[in-house]
Nanobody, 124 residues
């Protein structure tokens, strides 16, 4: 069982920045692909970004490319989502996810473990 705990959400103005963190309990953290998803009220959960176990490959949704950066520190069992130039449409609950299997990294079904979520609100 892997526990994921997100932190770093909050309220920011349009154009501002926030950094999210996801701390994992897995001793084999490096074996997990890590991802961030987000969900707005009344909408389906959507993929934001993913990073492979060794951090050698990253993937982004088109809506966040060039603004968000995913990274990880395997020594600290933590991955990060740096969000810059935030827009009101980025407002959502952001979830950290971990998965050990390969496949479509944008598919939520790939991930076995999920955090509780952290709220990000961008005011206009």
């Amino acid at each position: 069982q892997v526990q994921l705990v997100e932190s770093g959400g909050g309220l920011v103005q349009t154009g501002g920045s926030l950094s999210l963190s996801c701390a994992a309990s897995a001793r084999t953290f490096r074996l997990y692909t890590m991802a961030w998803f987000r969900q707005c009220p009344g909408k389906e959960r959507e993929f934001v970004a993913a990073i492979t176990g060794l951090g050698d490959s990253t993937y982004y949704a088109d809506s966040v490319k060039g603004r968000f950066t995913i990274s990880r520190d395997n020594a600290k069992n933590t991955d990060y989502l740096q969000m810059n130039n935030l827009k009101p449409e980025d407002t959502a609950v952001y979830y950290c996810a971990a998965g050990a299997m390969g496949g479509n990294l944008a598919a939520g079904a790939l991930y076995d473990y999920w955090g509780q979520g952290t709220q990000v609100t961008v005011s206009s």
